[in-house]
């Protein structure tokens, strides 16, 4: 009896003392995961991408609005989701017309405004073209492309990496009565010069051709 009630008494020691171990052990590793949890809460984060500012609609916007100083936010964008017409400064395209619809947060880009607004963000003593082309969708062109302009009688290059502000395409019927589709391009004067000489000597049925560049 004395030896059955001593193994018992040594069994609930080694037992007592396993249990102040397991409680020291998980003692000091809540206070490690507590000092690693502070330490990473005031660890300052690392800063986010930089982005190039551009301008977008705080709401959407209908087309046919006048755009004031509370329909336009300025967000930073990387420059790989900003199209090359966006524009940074909001007062670039203050009084501006849309000619369609914006929803909030979408870039303000000049293929979206009428009238002078369609050189918002272009270099100064920039202006805007119409000139008759061969069909542009065709070479995928849109507005915001870069392309080539050549004139089709000579194959002449006539203006050689300018932006399409926008495209007109007529419909099938127009097309067989004659008409012709029509890019609106941002010129500067030399090449809006150089233009204007060769629509002069297109001869009849010629327009131009256009060669969407890489990038």
Known sequence: RTTGGSGSARLRRRRVVRRGRLRRWGAALLAALAGFL??????????????????????????????????????????????????????????????????????????????????????TGTVAMSVPVLDPESAGVTSGSRVDLYASGSGDLVASDVTVLGARVPEASTWSSGGAASLTLALDPQSAAAVARSVSTLQAGEIFVVALRAG
Do not use: N
């Not at 916007?61 to 930073?76: I, K, Q």
């Open 38 to 123: 502070g330490v990473t809460a005031l660890t300052p984060r690392g800063a986010a991408a930089p982005g190039v500012p551009t301008v977008v609609a705080a709401s959407d916007l209908p087309a046919g609005a006048v755009l004031g100083e509370g329909d336009l936010v300025v967000e930073p964008r990387p420059p790989s989701h900003r199209p090359d017409t966006a524009v940074a400064d909001p007062g670039r395209v203050l009084g501006a017309v849309l000619a369609a619809p914006l929803s909030a947060k979408e870039v303000v880009t000049s293929s979206r405004l009428r009238g002078a607004g369609l050189l918002s963000g272009q270099p």
